[in-house]
């Protein structure tokens, strides 16, 4: 598995990991192997959050992990509503319990909004200083929050922000990639496979497939290495089926041509900067 830093510190993680959203609707014993046998492929990057089951898919992330925590750059989330500065301390006990750990190695604000930015970050600091999450980020922040969001913050203070990033969908690379890139901070696709529609077209399709053949690889495959394909990019499919999570992972591997790219860019194109303030889309929990 390829690792790539992650954010301003230098902390090697695995370009593509494993999402959690909605893992609490699967089998609980399949869903536990498939994120183990994602770990043994070398998706070590976990996501889960407070908010996914209302708790019980951190608690499947840690009956998953407890035998190797160590091994794991656990990630997840607190709610906008929760993220008083007391709050998402409060919070983080919650989510480390569940767990069963004693730190995060990523905590990320789930949604701009809940309460003033202030007191989000003073919650996050706080819970830096303590030792009970190693680096902290956000989650759909867009080109209005990250102003915010960088006029409030330290050069070296956030890792990364995660937003939605699928080949129907490709509008972060528009204007949120390149104001991540230029701060060193990283870009974490969800949904890689969008939400519910993959490929995006029949014409999308054609030429994923016929990329997969040159690579002896799967058209899932071929779009999640054209989705890391970028040095400051990562992706966290879901899966609660163990084969795929090895597919997921194999992905890594793949290094596509530049005309690879150019193809699979000319059907699932970046939409064109019509000046307007773009918005977080394909909401979720």
């Known amino acids: 598995m390829r690792t790539r830093p992650i954010g301003p510190y230098g902390t090697a993680v695995s370009v593509i990991g494993q999402g959690t959203w909605q893992l609490e609707r699967a089998d609980r014993r399949t869903a536990v192997r498939a994120l183990n046998t994602g770990i043994d492929a070398g998706m070590t990057h976990i996501d889960t959050a407070e ?9 499947l992330v840690g009956e998953a992990v407890r035998h190797r925590r160590h091994e794991v750059f656990l990630a997840s989330k607190v709610r906008a509503a929760n993220a008083s500065a007391h709050g998402t ?11 069963g750990t004693d730190h995060l190695d990523l905590y990320l604000l789930h949604w701009p909004g809940g309460h003033p930015l202030e007191e989000t970050l003073a919650g996050l600091r706080a819970l830096h200083r303590a030792g009970k999450i190693l680096h902290y980020g956000v989650s759909n922040f867009h080109d209005r929050h990250l102003a915010e969001l960088f006029a409030r913050t330290g050069p070296d203070e956030i890792v990364c922000d995660q937003v939605l990033h699928h080949l129907g969908d490709c509008s972060a690379e528009l204007r949120v990639a390149p104001a991540c890139l230029a701060r060193g901070i990283a870009v974490v696709g969800y949904s890689p496979f969008g939400l519910g529609s993959f490929p995006p077209s029949p014409r999308a399709a054609a030429v994923l497939d016929s990329v997969a053949r040159t690579h002896g690889a799967t058209r899932h495959q071929i779009a999640l290495a054209f989705l890391v394909r970028e040095p400051h990019s990562f992706a966290i499919p879901k899966t609660a089926t163990p084969s795929r999570a090895e597919e997921n992972a194999a992905a890594a591997e793949i290094t596509l041509s530049d005309e690879d790219i150019a193809r699979i860019a000319a059907v699932c194109p970046v939409p064109a900067d019509d000046g307007t303030p773009s918005s977080a889309s394909g909401r979720r929990p």
């Open 51 to 59: 908010s996914y089951g209302g708790g019980a898919v951190e608690q």
């Open 89 to 99: 301390v409060a919070a983080c006990d919650r989510s480390l319990r569940r767990v």
